[in-house]
């Protein structure tokens, strides 16, 4: 989501994440500003890695046609030969987004529902249009990747328990009871749904390990949220300081008390350094 770059560094991006030791590589899904085609970018990544699972963090479901995402999904996945293991769909809330794209933003709650419907049954191989036969490539799986709720309040994270495999919570500054308090509202909620299993437990925040961090940081989350208004955009930019190696151990350890089994790191620059100096504090941190 960085003006700027190109073809050299993402093949340098991809190459060096998928040698550290990382678990994962990720791309989230935004209309406006310089970003990349999510779907595009993944694909590239799932042919240019051999090791990182490929995990869209995330679809905003509602902008698309759901045989259209499940159709890429099962590609990405026989792009990264099995990778694709979890999938994260969100509701989204930059309703500018959903008009560049001449969708609805209103009611796209409930009409996310049907559409995970209709992906498990383009993944199963059952037929969307009778007597059309199934759409789409063969995945590693027939019921298709995990699904994950990139959800925040307690009735989208309720609505989301009667078909999601799991939670993805956004602390943007890496804080433990952000984290923990969505989890639990996410364990709530799978128990009244009746649910076998716990949800899986994802969370993300952002970071930088470049040079004059703090401020690089400031103007990547400022520019994030500008769509949504000043006010807003310098609240959310003042209230991120994960710019220093000592600053990121206490996210990742904030995340691990909270219960996370997965984070996403999320640089706040397009530098090398982000990926560089992150895996070696991770060896370090063991």
Same mark, same amino acid.
């Given at each position: 989501?960085?003006?700027?770059?190109?073809?050299?560094?993402?093949?340098? !991006?991809?190459?060096?994440?998928?040698? /550290?030791?990382?678990?994962?590589?990720?791309?989230?899904?935004?209309?406006?500003?310089? *970003?990349? =085609?999510?779907?595009?970018?993944?694909? &590239?990544?799932?042919?240019?890695?051999?090791?990182?699972?490929?995990?869209? #963090?995330?679809?905003?479901?509602?902008?698309?046609?759901?045989?259209?995402?499940?159709?890429?999904? &099962? *590609?990405?996945?026989?792009? %990264?030969?099995?990778?694709?293991?979890? @999938?994260?769909?969100?509701?989204?809330?930059?309703?500018?987004?959903?008009?560049?794209?001449?969708?609805?933003?209103? /009611?796209?709650?409930?009409?996310?529902?049907?559409?995970?419907?209709?992906?498990?049954?383009? !993944?199963?191989? &059952?037929?969307?249009?009778?007597?059309?036969?199934?759409?789409?490539?063969?995945?590693?799986?027939?019921? /298709?990747?995990?699904?994950?709720?990139?959800?925040? /309040?307690?009735? %989208?994270?309720?609505?989301?328990?009667?078909?999601?495999?799991?939670?993805?919570? !956004?602390?943007?500054?890496?804080? #433990?009871?952000?984290?923990?308090?969505?989890?639990?509202?996410?364990?709530?909620?799978?128990?009244?749904?009746?649910?076998?299993?716990?949800?899986?437990?994802?969370?993300?925040? !952002?970071? *930088?390990?470049? =040079?004059?961090?703090?401020?690089?940081?400031?103007?990547?989350?400022?520019?994030? +949220?500008?769509?949504?208004?000043?006010?807003?955009?310098?609240?959310? &930019?003042?209230?991120?300081?994960?710019?220093?190696?000592?600053?990121?151990?206490?996210? +990742?350890?904030?995340?691990?008390?909270?219960?996370?089994?997965?984070?996403?790191? @999320?640089?706040? #620059?397009?530098?090398?350094?982000?990926?560089?100096?992150?895996?070696?504090?991770?060896?370090?941190?063991?």
């Amino acid at each position: 989501m960085k003006a700027g770059i190109n073809r050299d560094d993402l093949l340098a !991006w991809f190459r060096t994440v998928d040698s /550290g030791p990382f678990h994962s590589v990720s791309c989230g899904e935004r209309i406006h500003g310089p *970003t990349c =085609d999510m779907g595009a970018l993944l694909a &590239a990544a799932a042919a240019c890695t051999e090791n990182v699972e490929i995990t869209p #963090t995330l679809y905003v479901l509602p902008m698309h046609s759901a045989v259209e995402v499940a159709r890429e999904i &099962a *590609t990405l996945d026989m792009l %990264s030969g099995g990778r694709m293991n979890r @999938v994260a769909l969100g509701y989204g809330g930059r309703e500018q987004d959903y008009q560049a794209l001449g969708a609805t933003f209103k /009611g796209r709650y409930g009409r996310m529902d049907g559409q995970v419907a209709t992906m498990r049954n383009v !993944w199963s191989g &059952a037929e969307i249009i009778p007597g059309c036969g199934p759409i789409g490539p063969q995945g590693q799986r027939p019921e /298709g990747p995990a699904l994950l709720a990139g959800a925040i /309040g307690p009735k %989208s994270i309720e609505r989301c328990a009667q078909w999601a495999d799991g939670l993805y919570a !956004w602390s943007g500054n890496g804080e #433990t009871e952000e984290l923990a308090n969505a989890f639990a509202l996410a364990d709530a909620a799978w128990e009244r749904a009746e649910r076998n299993e716990k949800p899986y437990r994802m969370g993300g925040f !952002w970071y *930088t390990l470049a =040079d004059n961090g703090q401020q690089k940081l400031y103007d990547y989350v400022y520019e994030y +949220l500008d769509i949504a208004g000043p006010e807003i955009a310098a609240m959310m &930019a003042e209230s991120v300081s994960r710019s220093s190696a000592d600053g990121v151990r206490e996210a +990742l350890d904030n995340a691990e008390a909270a219960g996370c089994e997965e984070v996403f790191l @999320v640089p706040a #620059t397009a530098e090398l350094v982000e990926i560089e100096a992150m895996a070696e504090l991770l060896l370090k941190r063991g």
